[in-house]
């Protein structure tokens, strides 16, 4: 703005915000929406702009404009924390159908306590959330990924990642600079965290309130423990990785988050983990293999660990220029190994081969990311790679 140095420009914009604040909670709704119009003429991608018009277009029952608004004002600032508080209302207003709670949108509810709401019932939406779009084990088609993402079950686990971001960023640091800032919106890894999911879903409905013992094999420091944690009562959730570093941002994650379930992380390597024999129901591990050599003496350590009848839920990369790891011929004989030991559900894929699959130029790739959404990658020169999910059974 001419003649005003930043300064006072942003504390200028700062009190015009605090009275449309005001002025939302007093319900001078149309005068509150034509000053965050002013601050937007000047400045459109004040996130706090976007975010109090969410609240206006709530409020005055444009419900789909409102998650628009929520949505821009994380996209220009994923730290918004109000936003994403304010986003994970909305999404739990319109799948619980519950009446809306005013006051939480005006701010003053907490992330965990949306998110506590929005993960508790999730499984009780799960079929609808889904919009029809199957989550089929084997390589992820790019026209399902393409088409999982426009599907509720997208948005609500998008925004309740955005606010595990929001809410632990300093944690978040140095796990952030060592792999990505924003693990969920990566290439594959939104199908993979929702091919999971889906999978617990499946559990849930066949296990009911048996208490589960689950490993996250090579958990990093995700939203997506906290997320199972939070959608059952009774599972007792182990994370490991080998990364020592990652423990103490883990507790301090662990004693500001609310869930149902148990959360505990140690330090282990998963080619010579220190758990006993058959400790297991459930182990899932998400895009960590790839990152090893001994491919078989983690299957096996997996296979050891797991209870009979217990259950591996994997996903990994496969290089398809074989230029990292890995490469389709490796792939093709540590499913090989897989199978031996554990009966892999139906994939679609057991008589073709991973090549010819692959070769038919459908799959979810780093190429076809890179031509539609290169802003998924974590670096533009990635290789070509695809990814295979896959759940693996260890006989009764
Ligand atoms: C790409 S990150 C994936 C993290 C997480 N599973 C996710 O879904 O985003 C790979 C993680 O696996 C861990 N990791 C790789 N190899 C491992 C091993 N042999 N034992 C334990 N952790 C391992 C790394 O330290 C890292 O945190």
């Known amino acids: 703005m001419s003649g005003m140095t930043d300064d006072k420009y942003s504390r200028l914009v700062s009190t015009v915000l605090k009275a449309t604040s005001k002025l939302t909670v007093e319900n001078h709704l149309g005068c509150a929406e034509t000053m965050c119009q002013a601050v937007l003429a000047s400045d459109n991608n004040n996130s706090s702009a976007l975010n109090q018009l969410g ?19 994380l996209r220009n600032d994923h730290t ?84 595990f971001l929001a809410e632990n960023d300093r944690s978040l640091t140095y796990y952030k600079q060592k792999w990505v800032k924003d693990p969920f919106h990566q290439w594959s890894r939104r199908w993979e965290y929702l091919f999971v999911l889906d999978e617990f879903y499946r559990l849930n409905r066949v296990e009911g309130k048996k208490k589960l013992r689950v490993l996250d094999g090579g958990s990093g420091l995700t939203f997506f423990p906290f997320l199972i944690a939070s959608t059952q009562k009774a599972l007792d959730i182990e994370c490991c990785d080998y990364d020592d570093q990652l423990l103490g941002p883990f507790g301090e994650i662990v004693s500001r988050t609310k869930t149902q379930s148990t959360l505990n992380m140690s330090v282990a ?17 998400i895009s960590v293999i790839e990152h090893n050599k001994e491919l078989d003496k983690i299957v096996d350590e997996f296979y050891r660990i797991l209870k009979p009848g217990g259950e591996l839920i994997l996903t990994f990369d496969i290089s398809i220029d074989g230029s990292r790891d890995i490469p389709i011929d490796a792939a093709e004989r540590l499913l090989g190994h897989l199978r031996r030991s554990f009966k892999e559900v139906e994939s679609g894929l057991a008589s073709s081969s991973l090549s010819d699959f692959i070769n038919r130029n459908e799959s979810l790739t780093t190429d076809f990311v890179r031509q539609n959404n290169p802003e998924l990658l974590p670096f533009s020169s990635v290789p070509n790679v695809t990814c295979y999910c896959s759940v693996f059974r260890k006989a009764s």
């Open 55 to 73: 609240v206006i277009k709530y409020l005055q029952g444009k419900v789909g404009e409102a998650d628009l608004f929520f949505e821009n004002a």
């Open 80 to 163: 918004n924390i109000d936003a994403a508080l304010n986003r994970l209302n909305l999404r739990g207003v319109l799948l619980t159908q519950s009446p809306p709670d005013n006051a939480a949108f005006a701010g003053r509810g907490t992330v965990e306590g949306a998110q506590a709401v929005l993960s508790e019932t999730m499984f009780e939406h799960f079929d609808n959330l889904k919009n029809g779009v199957e989550i089929k084990p084997g390589i992820p088609l790019a026209s399902s990924c393409e088409a999982l993402t426009g599907t509720e079950l997208f948005k609500w686990v998008e925004a309740i990642s955005n606010g």
């Open 269 to 285: 390597d998963l080619r010579d983990l220190r758990f006993p024999d058959g400790a297991f129901d459930v182990i899932y591990s």
